[in-house]
């Protein structure tokens, strides 16, 4: 595996690899087996796998929240190797962001609601760092997980409006034996939040049972989503709701296919997670 850390250098082997397909894998590192798995499927696309490492200062709405992010590069590289990477690009700060860089991407739907309403610049942060790893890697297809579902329409979206010419694949959330959705974030639980940060998919699977029982109405599931999750004093929802799984409008009467949307802090650590409700599935 070649690892670059220079924009430069990264440009000039990228300008050598002209006649292959070439997949972009972005991450923020501390990599697990949700990336590995996203690392896996994308090897069936393409003839190189890139893999990027830059945790997003301007994605993330608190210096608190960003000071505390998992890092664990020299792990990293070791694991990206061990599992058939062949580039992969982790540049500093400043070459991505130097000093006079006042440009934005900002796709309005997505920068309004839910991640973008309650972390303010988040879904700005990211379209801004997609579009520029997107301009720098010139990728033919760039993957990105399910879990992070408004992220994963909010690129589908400004790739279609930008006419970026970038294939997007989504890879399904990868979960532990209990169901908890793989997330970096997760290193930042004690023993007892992971307890309870289990029953958050708990709570949507509740939730789309009842549609598939019969209830029709959002406000009816997202009641019972919330009842079920209040009993658990280390879970403090940010949003639950339910949404067309394909333009991200909110839905009152559930007649489509709809994703079931969570955010919630469990203990000090901030959490999402969704399940999808698929009509033909009955
Ligand atoms: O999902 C992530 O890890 C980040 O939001 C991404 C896509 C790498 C952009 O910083």
């Given at each position: 595996m070649k690892i670059y850390y220079k924009i430069d250098d990264f440009l000039d082997a990228r300008s050598k690899l002209n006649s292959?397909?070439?997949i972009l894998v972005p991450t923020m590192g501390s990599i697990h087996e949700g990336h590995i798995s996203l690392i896996n499927k994308a090897k069936l696309y393409a003839d190189i796998v890139i893999v990027?490492?830059?945790?997003?200062?301007?994605q993330f709405n608190s210096s608190i929240d960003?000071?505390?992010?998992?890092?664990s590069i020299e792990e990293d590289k070791k694991t990206l190797e061990k599992n058939g990477v062949d580039i992969l690009f982790c540049p500093s700060t400043p070459e991505i962001y130097p000093e006079k860089f006042q440009t934005s991407v900002n796709v309005r739907l997505f920068s309004e609601v839910l991640e973008g309403k309650f972390r303010k610049g988040h879904m700005e942060g990211v379209a801004t760092i997609v579009t520029k790893l997107f301009n720098l890697v010139r990728p033919d297809f760039a993957i990105f997980g399910e879990k992070d579902f408004q992220q994963l329409l909010l690129i589908k979206s400004?790739?279609?409006d930008l006419n970026i010419p970038v294939k997007i694949i989504s890879g399904e959330t990868i979960r532990d034996n209990e169901g908890l959705a793989l997330s970096s974030r997760n290193e930042k639980l004690t023993n007892n939040e992971k307890t309870q940060a289990i029953q958050i998919i708990k709570s949507l699977n509740l939730g789309v049972e009842k549609i598939r029982s019969g209830e029709k109405e959002s406000d009816k599931i997202i009641k019972k989503i919330r009842d079920y999750l209040e009993d658990?004093?280390?879970i403090q929802i940010e949003y639950i709701s339910i949404r067309d799984v394909n333009n991200f409008e909110k839905v009152h009467q559930i007649d489509r296919d709809v994703i079931v949307l969570i955010a919630a802090f469990v203990g000090k650590t901030r959490l999402i997670d969704n399940l999808i409700y698929r009509?033909?599935?009955?």
């Open positions: 292959k397909k070439i990027t490492i830059f945790i997003n200062p301007i960003y000071d505390s992010y998992p890092r400004f790739v279609q658990f004093n280390l009509k033909k599935n009955g």
